[in-house]
């Protein structure tokens, strides 16, 4: 058997090939383990290279021996078959000796007698001597030392041994232990070596370096330390950052929320001296995953005032910043000519004539004019111009735009008398789902689609498309595990949430809901969203997505505030339908542990998934509109103007107040969306929201409120005007931006094509309601299913 063995060892690869294959393989792994995160892959990769350091070629092996016998002979042949070169001694002088002038990398020395090798004063002597540290040194002894207990490995190993290993004849033996001194002791003392030389190119920086881990404890500081902020490297190490050095440890916070999602923090820290001088000093930061997934260090580097140009780069995502500097020109004169304003793009047109009017006298009025206009509290909040006035051929497009962006309640100018709203009529949850067909399999696998037959689906599944499309959408998104629930869980969460969907509303119901979410999946698809998306981002927007209308009652706030609503009452007139659509989901998903998707989630995460997936649905309110667009826009446009800037960009897109930007605009496009559809589902939505608008006209003359859009008659409306003024004043701008930043192309295409369409149908007097649905089923559209307000089901 042994030579059985020794020979495939000999036919075999060598151990160098073999732990080149390891190398490899370690790779492969962590690729796999973070394909989510690139930036933490990139970390793992650097981290196997920078410290595995690849073996000599030829490495150097020292064995002392006072006398050749069988085991002698079949360590050395074992050595040669590893690969070693071999350096063999019978003296202590003569061993010492080759040890100093060559610096071995392994040491192995009999020690079956004390008498004929004074072993103890051999491996003392090696240790003494400098380098030794990185060898590791074995002890050859008697089998019977295993066998007694008086303490006799524990003596070689108080003289610096680092490893004892039974005398043999069998060259397997031997080829095994090498093999397992290579890889755990050679190994990590190659590591040590390298990292010792790493530390020593840290202190040569002329940047301030940190090492510390998860909690900001302090594993390492370069010297600079002792130069810039006269601390000691030994005072530092072992301490906290934030009570030792950082001087505001909210500073440490944000930092810390970027690291712990793996993603690179660029931003200004204040230190603090010994003296107690503060500074302030331009940070880079990136976190290491030395095993798993979760960071477990974290290094920083502090460009010091006094000191030059790092020469350390961190690697950063190439963006287009030619492409988003032309869209942000043209995007802020398209704002600039909106019927709003804000104080902030008041501001950008002031600094705007500053720059290109360095000489004029007006220089200084103007800057004065921008700080005060600075000073006001609420500088994205939008209203509309005192002097604003709609072409008088187009009172749709006024109706519809005020009331889009009113939050008040209009007061009559008689009193009247107060009504209730009926009550939303509660719709049991179905126990099962049923068993999906053939055909609605096929249907979901096109779920990921921009023209995916949305209304097919709502007929397929009996009016309960969020269910089924939910599950489907979740599953290629990993939701149930981001949440750490179960399938079954989630499947009655759905079920539930779409319960609570009024069917009877002909445009607010569940197929809505699942319109906007099958958007924000697409959204969720694209390159530039996965980069800054973990998963449990992803999992909070599709579920804010699902329930962002939950137990919508067809009528919007204006409406519920002119009639004292409950939820008007509750909500004290202010964001009332997104507010409730919050409440209801939070109720219904706590209400029952069966349905309770978050129960697994510790309590941070929790309030980090509330806070995140209420500020999406509370930016779904249309009243906010502008004011988000004008954010989003100044934001990750505001280092447009210069050229190859990808370090700002990224700082940018990695700042987690900016992501909450990204997450709004998200989910603020999809549930507008219906615009930039294929035009046989565009059109099937705009007749059913002009339907739920009449609806509510007609409620509000039989109930004596005030008329919300009056326009909006069944008997005068123009449907293709109101959908052409929606566009020009609501989608345009916000899809351009959008588009902009994610790179869907697709979506200003049927943007601009339906447009178009619209317009040839206003031209050729196709404008009631009555004439789209006779549209509807002529060969000028592919058919839409039909719908009609359906009873709800028991």
């Given at each position: 058997?042994?030579k059985?063995?020794?020979s495939?060892?000999e036919?075999?690869?060598?151990?160098?090939?073999?732990?080149?294959?390891?190398?490899?393989?370690?790779?492969?792994?962590s690729?796999?383990?973070?394909?989510?995160?690139?930036?933490?892959?990139?970390?793992?990769?650097?981290?196997?290279?920078?410290?595995v350091?690849?073996?000599?070629?030829n490495?150097?092996?020292?064995?002392?021996?006072?006398?050749?016998?069988?085991?002698?002979?079949?360590?050395?042949r074992?050595?040669?078959?590893?690969g070693?070169?071999?350096?063999?001694?019978?003296?202590?002088?003569s061993?010492?000796d080759e040890?100093q002038?060559?610096?071995?990398?392994?040491?192995?020395?009999?020690?079956?007698?004390?008498?004929?090798?004074?072993?103890?004063?051999l491996c003392r002597?090696?240790?003494?001597?400098?380098?030794?540290?990185h060898?590791?040194?074995v002890?050859?002894?008697k089998k019977?030392?295993?066998?007694?207990?008086?303490?006799g490995?524990?003596?070689?190993?108080?003289?610096?041994?680092?490893?004892?290993?039974?005398?043999?004849?069998?060259?397997?033996?031997?080829i095994?232990?090498i093999?397992?001194?290579k890889?755990?002791?050679?190994?990590?003392?190659?590591?040590?070596?390298?990292?010792?030389?790493?530390y020593?190119?840290?202190?040569?920086?002329?940047?301030?370096?940190?090492?510390?881990?998860?909690?900001?404890?302090v594993?390492?500081?370069?010297?600079?330390?002792?130069?810039?902020?006269?601390?000691?490297?030994?005072?530092?190490?072992g301490?906290?950052?934030?009570?030792?050095?950082?001087?505001?440890?909210?500073?440490?916070?944000?930092?810390a929320?970027?690291l712990?999602?793996?993603?690179?923090?660029?931003?200004?820290?204040t230190l603090q001296?010994?003296?107690?001088?503060v500074v302030?000093?331009?940070?880079?930061?990136v976190s290491?995953?030395?095993?798993?997934?979760?960071?477990?260090?974290?290094?920083?580097?502090?460009d010091?005032?006094?000191?030059?140009?790092?020469?350390?780069?961190?690697?950063?995502?190439?963006?287009?910043?030619?492409?988003?500097?032309d869209?942000?020109?043209?995007?802020?004169?398209?704002?600039?000519?909106?019927?709003l304003?804000?104080?902030i793009?008041?501001?950008?047109?002031?600094?705007?004539?500053?720059?290109?009017?360095?000489?004029?006298s007006?220089?200084?009025?103007?800057?004065n004019?921008?700080?005060?206009?600075?000073?006001?509290s609420?500088?994205y909040?939008?209203?509309?111009?005192?002097?604003?006035?709609?072409?008088p051929?187009?009172?749709?497009?006024a109706?519809?735009i005020?009331?889009?962006?009113?939050?008040?309640a209009?007061?009559?100018?008689?009193?009247t008398?107060?009504?209730g709203?009926?009550?939303?009529?509660?719709?049991?949850?179905?126990?099962?789902?049923r068993?999906?067909?053939?055909?609605?399999d096929e249907l979901?696998?096109?779920?990921?689609h921009?023209?995916?037959?949305?209304?097919?689906?709502?007929?397929?599944?009996?009016?309960?498309?969020?269910?089924?499309?939910?599950?489907?959408?979740?599953?290629q998104?990993?939701v149930?595990?981001?949440?750490?629930?179960?399938?079954?869980?989630?499947?009655?969460?759905?079920?539930?949430?779409?319960?609570?969907?009024?069917?009877?509303?002909?445009?607010h119901?569940?197929?809505?809901?699942?319109?906007?979410m099958q958007?924000t999946?697409?959204?969720?698809?694209?390159?530039?969203i996965?980069i800054?998306?973990?998963?449990?981002?992803?999992?909070?927007c599709?579920?804010?997505?699902?329930?962002?209308?939950?137990?919508?009652?067809?009528?919007?706030?204006?409406?519920?505030?002119?009639s004292?609503?409950p939820?008007?009452?509750?909500?004290?007139?202010?964001?009332?339908?997104e507010?409730?659509?919050?409440?209801?989901?939070?109720?219904l998903?706590?209400?029952?542990?069966?349905?309770?998707?978050?129960r697994?989630?510790?309590?941070?995460?929790y309030k980090?998934?509330?806070?995140?997936?209420v500020?999406?649905i509370l930016?779904?309110?249309?009243?906010?509109?502008?004011?988000h667009l004008?954010?989003?826009?100044?934001?990750?446009?505001?280092?447009?103007?210069?050229?190859?800037?990808?370090?700002?960009d990224?700082?940018?897109?990695?700042?987690?107040?900016?992501i909450?930007?990204?997450?709004?605009?998200?989910?603020?496009?999809?549930?507008?969306s219906?615009?930039t559809?294929?035009?046989?589902l565009y059109?099937?939505?705009?007749?059913?929201?002009?339907?739920?608008?009449?609806?509510?006209?007609?409620?509000?003359?039989?109930?004596?409120?005030?008329?919300?859009?009056?326009?909006?008659?069944?008997?005068?409306?123009?449907v293709?005007?109101?959908?052409?003024?929606?566009?020009?004043?609501?989608?345009?701008?916000?899809?351009e931006?959008?588009?902009?930043?994610?790179?869907m192309?697709?979506l200003i295409?049927?943007?601009?094509?339906?447009?178009?369409?619209?317009?040839?149908?206003?031209?050729?007097g196709h404008?009631?309601?009555?004439?789209i649905?006779?549209?509807?089923?002529?060969?000028?559209?592919?058919?839409?299913?039909?719908s009609?307000?359906?009873?709800?089901?028991?």
């Amino acid at each position: 058997m042994a030579k059985n063995k020794s020979s495939k060892v000999e036919a075999g690869t060598s151990i160098d090939e073999s732990f080149s294959r390891y190398v490899k393989e370690a790779k492969r792994v962590s690729h796999k383990g973070n394909s989510r995160c690139p930036y933490a892959t990139k970390i793992q990769d650097a981290k196997i290279v920078s410290l595995v350091a690849p073996f000599k070629p030829n490495l150097k092996f020292l064995m002392v021996f006072p006398s050749t016998d069988l085991t002698s002979e079949a360590l050395k042949r074992a050595a040669e078959k590893v690969g070693f070169e071999i350096t063999q001694c019978s003296s202590v002088d003569s061993a010492f000796d080759e040890f100093q002038s060559k610096h071995h990398d392994l040491v192995m020395i009999d020690t079956r007698s004390l008498r004929a090798l004074d072993y103890e004063t051999l491996c003392r002597a090696i240790r003494s001597s400098k380098g030794s540290q990185h060898a590791p040194i074995v002890a050859i002894v008697k089998k019977s030392l295993f066998e007694r207990d008086d303490g006799g490995i524990l003596n070689l190993l108080e003289c610096g041994f680092n490893r004892c290993i039974v005398e043999s004849s069998s060259v397997t033996n031997y080829i095994n232990e090498i093999v397992q001194l290579k890889i755990s002791d050679m190994k990590p003392m190659a590591q040590k070596s390298t990292t010792q030389a790493l530390y020593a190119a840290l202190d040569r920086c002329n940047v301030l370096i940190f090492i510390t881990d998860d909690s900001f404890k302090v594993q390492y500081a370069n010297i600079l330390i002792e130069k810039l902020l006269k601390i000691r490297q030994e005072d530092i190490v072992g301490r906290n950052l934030g009570e030792n050095v950082a001087y505001d440890q909210g500073q440490l916070n944000i930092l810390a929320s970027s690291l712990l999602r793996g993603r690179e923090w660029m931003g200004q820290i204040t230190l603090q001296k010994k003296n107690q001088e503060v500074v302030a000093v331009e940070c880079s930061a990136v976190s290491i995953a030395c095993y798993g997934r979760l960071p477990t260090h974290f290094v920083l580097i502090f460009d010091m005032p006094d000191s030059t140009e790092s020469s350390i780069k961190i690697n950063r995502p190439s963006v287009d910043q030619r492409r988003i500097s032309d869209f942000r020109k043209a995007s802020l004169n398209k704002m600039m000519a909106l019927p709003l304003e804000a104080p902030i793009v008041k501001i950008i047109g002031l600094l705007d004539e500053v720059r290109m009017n360095l000489g004029d006298s007006d220089l200084v009025r103007n800057i004065n004019e921008a700080e005060d206009i600075l000073k006001h509290s609420e500088l994205y909040a939008t209203q509309l111009r005192e002097n604003f006035r709609v072409k008088p051929e187009e009172p749709v497009v006024a109706d519809l735009i005020t009331a889009l962006l009113s939050n008040q309640a209009q007061i009559p100018k008689l009193p009247t008398t107060r009504r209730g709203s009926t009550d939303s009529t509660v719709i049991r949850p179905s126990k099962v789902l049923r068993r999906l067909s053939t055909e609605l399999d096929e249907l979901l696998d096109t779920a990921l689609h921009w023209d995916f037959e949305i209304f097919h689906l709502e007929e397929m599944t009996k009016h309960r498309p969020l269910q089924h499309l939910g599950m489907y959408l979740c599953q290629q998104f990993n939701v149930a595990s981001a949440l750490s629930c179960d399938e079954k869980t989630l499947q009655n969460w759905f079920i539930i949430i779409e319960s609570h969907y009024h069917s009877e509303n002909f445009y607010h119901n569940s197929t809505h809901a699942a319109d906007v979410m099958q958007a924000t999946a697409g959204f969720l698809q694209r390159e530039r969203i996965k980069i800054i998306m973990e998963p449990l981002d992803e999992a909070m927007c599709l579920l804010a997505a699902a329930a962002h209308d939950v137990d919508h009652p067809g009528k919007s706030s204006a409406f519920l505030a002119n009639s004292s609503s409950p939820l008007a009452v509750l909500y004290n007139d202010l964001t009332i339908l997104e507010n409730h659509h919050c409440a209801c989901m939070f109720k219904l998903t706590l209400g029952d542990e069966r349905v309770n998707v978050f129960r697994n989630l510790d309590r941070d995460t929790y309030k980090i998934v509330r806070n995140n997936i209420v500020d999406m649905i509370l930016a779904t309110e249309m009243t906010k509109h502008f004011e988000h667009l004008t954010k989003f826009v100044n934001v990750f446009c505001a280092k447009a103007d210069e050229e190859d800037d990808t370090e700002g960009d990224f700082i940018t897109l990695s700042n987690p107040e900016n992501i909450t930007l990204i997450k709004r605009m998200l989910i603020k496009c999809a549930d507008v969306s219906n615009p930039t559809r294929p035009f046989r589902l565009y059109v099937e939505w705009a007749r059913r929201i002009a339907e739920e608008y009449f609806q509510q006209t007609d409620e509000e003359k039989v109930k004596g409120l005030p008329v919300v859009m009056p326009m909006f008659d069944r008997n005068t409306c123009s449907v293709p005007k109101s959908q052409i003024g929606f566009i020009d004043y609501i989608v345009n701008d916000m899809f351009e931006a959008w588009n902009a930043f994610i790179d869907m192309p697709e979506l200003i295409s049927y943007l601009r094509q339906n447009y178009i369409r619209w317009k040839e149908f206003d031209e050729q007097g196709h404008r009631t309601l009555a004439d789209i649905r006779l549209l509807q089923t002529s060969v000028l559209l592919a058919p839409i299913l039909p719908s009609k307000p359906r009873s709800n089901p028991r």
